[in-house]
């Protein structure tokens, strides 16, 4: 059976929309995630449906229903580009290995630390260093450094508030 995210990705190819994941779920269900810059709309899931539907059709992919959506406000940050994409934004990041404090989990700001001499030049031979700048105690910001090699998991950790009031 061919690879469900590489062949997904290869006939989205052409299309205006990130795939995220794909997924076998109970009852024959195959979830597939997208993203788009914008946002994604009805639409955009109706176009991927309808171009996977006739690709896994001659693939012969076996499946029941196709479900398309969009990954919610709590997307996952898989690679580089996920990373720099959501630089401002709040981000919860689980490290592989304790950081700071003995901790692995963190919720804070996405950021790019300001890197000079030396540090800018290791950082242009290796991997792009982010920062997460979260609140260690009370009034107390500190930043965390990492690659994505440091990265377990993340996603992004947005504060919702349903009342209108702005934080």
Known sequence: MAD??????????????????????AMGLLR?????VDGVTIDHCQQVSNQLSRVFEVENIDYKRLEVGSPGVDRPLRNEADFLRFIGERAEVKMREPALDGRRMYSGMLVLPETSGEAADAQAVDKTVFGLEFEAKKNEVQLL????DDVDRAKLDPILDFKGKKR
Request: charged content about 25%; glycine content about 4%; overall charge negative.
């Open 4 to 25: 469900l995210f590489v062949l997904s990705k290869e006939a989205l190819a052409g299309m205006d929309v990130e795939l995220i994941d794909v997924e076998r779920a």
């Open 32 to 36: 597939v995630t997208i993203d788009h």
């Open 145 to 148: 450094t990492f690659t994505i």
